[in-house]
């Protein structure tokens, strides 16, 4: 059945692959599909500000109570010792937010601590407590996963593996992880026996052919992995969060969710969500999981602490960018204060060749387990905690919202299509052209 499902695919992917080589002319049209893509990619990431933007960011930072800003302890030393003002990360992230030209995601208190302008912000001391406040990254996985990721260090290649996989007895409806770690191991395994070169697959056969094991662990949990692009609701709320009924002015439109290649749901909640290039881009590496990523991820975890303000330090949003054949996972929790702060693990490569793959799957199978207990531990948290009867106040907020107004929210389009007045997929930090905003004031 592996071997029929994969020969299947595989063939397809072949057949397409010949079919665009034979034809001069299908392949300039994709060459200039690329470019066009190429050009509205980095455009996305060049949005310019307003004076107008940035005081509704001011504004939010003023609604602040001052008394919960994060304040580091490093930064109070280094105040203490050159009489100074202990600046909270708040201020610091203000600060640099209005002296941007363009959108940033600073400017919706974001700290994406891989983001280099931070050096220039922070101290490195500061960056070190940044990095180590509170949570964790990497969480131990179970003993049972460790003991059979030992098991797997005795083989020497995919072959190796691919018959061992089929040694491992197991319930899979009493055992799901045990069944998703024996059907992960013959999948991947299986093309590098064959000596298959994966860096030729497209994008989508990259989603469900090399990296499908990751949302597969899913089966048989309360996390459903929901892809082909799903527009994400929780964006879409917090994208419309400030549309009233029409007075002076008409009412705005209602703005789209942005899309994400896979949205992660438990219950009515979305925990987390994937994005997948099928080359190594940094552009696009930029725009996912720069910008794209950290604002959707917030918008998700503003729909859950609004509602349960006390799970504000103890939920995680969770993220997987996957570009060529590395993948690596964003973390995003607010530890302290009203910052939304974004951790990365390294990026892990895909094994390349049997001789390789023990020494890879290892640690992919581990980030797929971590991942899964964490989606797993804040659904719990979430649906465990009482959500008290309270209400509603005007203006208040545990994690300030997103300070661009719904009328210049992107609707989401494919990046196929590269006209004036298609926008961007780079979340909130995307807008109409002139001419389609005036069309909706």
């Not at 001069?24 to 690329?34: G, M």
């Not at 009515?268 to 725009?287: P, R």
Request: overall charge negative; proline content about 4%.
């Amino acid at each position: 059945m592996i071997e029929a499902e994969f020969k299947k695919k595989h063939n397809n992917n072949t057949n397409s692959n010949n079919n665009d080589e034979s034809t001069t002319n299908s392949n300039l049209s994709k060459k200039t599909s690329h470019t066009a893509t190429k050009k509205l990619n980095t455009s996305s990431l060049n949005h310019g500000i307003t004076e107008e933007e940035k005081a509704r960011v001011q504004e939010l930072f003023d609604e602040m109570d001052k008394n919960n800003l994060w304040i580091l302890e490093e930064t109070k030393r280094a105040a203490a010792n050159e009489v100074g003002e202990a600046l909270s990360v708040e201020e610091k992230i203000l600060k640099f937010a209005l002296s941007c030209n363009f959108r940033h995601p600073s400017q919706l208190f974001i700290l994406d601590l891989t983001d280099k302008h931070w050096e220039n912000v922070f101290t490195q001391k500061e960056l070190q407590e940044l990095e180590e406040t509170g949570d964790k990254v990497l969480v131990p996985v179970d003993n049972a996963i460790e003991e059979k990721l030992n098991e797997l260090n005795e083989f020497d290649t995919a072959e190796d593996v691919y018959s061992y996989s089929r040694t491992i007895d197991h319930n899979p409806k009493e055992q799901p992880w045990l069944a998703w770690f024996t059907m992960t191991l013959m999948k991947t395994a299986y093309p590098f026996i064959h000596n298959v070169n994966i860096s030729t697959y497209l994008e989508s056969d990259k989603q469900y052919l090399l990296w499908g094991f990751l949302n597969d662990i899913f089966t048989g949990s309360n996390i459903a992995a929901q892809g082909k692009e799903k527009t994400s609701k929780a964006s879409a709320t917090q994208s419309n969060n400030k549309r009233k009924l029409s007075a002076i002015d008409e009412v705005k439109r209602k703005a789209m969710g942005r899309r994400m290649d896979c949205i992660y749901i438990g219950g009515s909640k979305e925990l987390g969500c994937m994005e997948v290039g099928s080359v190594a881009d940094q552009t696009k590496e930029f725009k996912d999981s720069g910008m794209k990523m950290p604002i959707v991820m917030k918008d998700m975890l503003r729909e859950i602490v609004e509602k349960a303000p006390t799970l504000v330090r103890r939920v995680h949003m969770i993220g997987y960018m996957i570009t060529g054949e590395q993948v690596s996972m964003l973390d995003m929790d607010s530890p302290k204060g009203y910052v939304s702060r974004v951790r990365h693990t390294v990026a892990i490569d895909y094994p390349s060749c049997s001789e390789d793959y023990v020494a890879r799957i290892g640690p992919l199978i581990e980030l797929a387990s971590i991942v899964k207990t964490k989606i797993e531990t804040t659904l719990k948290i979430y649906q465990t905690t009482r959500i008290p009867l309270e209400v509603a106040k005007h203006g208040s907020f545990t994690l300030p919202p997103n300070p661009f107004s719904s009328s210049t929210s992107s609707t989401p389009t494919t990046t196929t299509t590269a006209t004036p007045e298609s926008s961007s997929e780079d979340g909130s930090l995307s807008s109409h052209s002139s001419k389609r905003s005036k069309n909706h004031q």
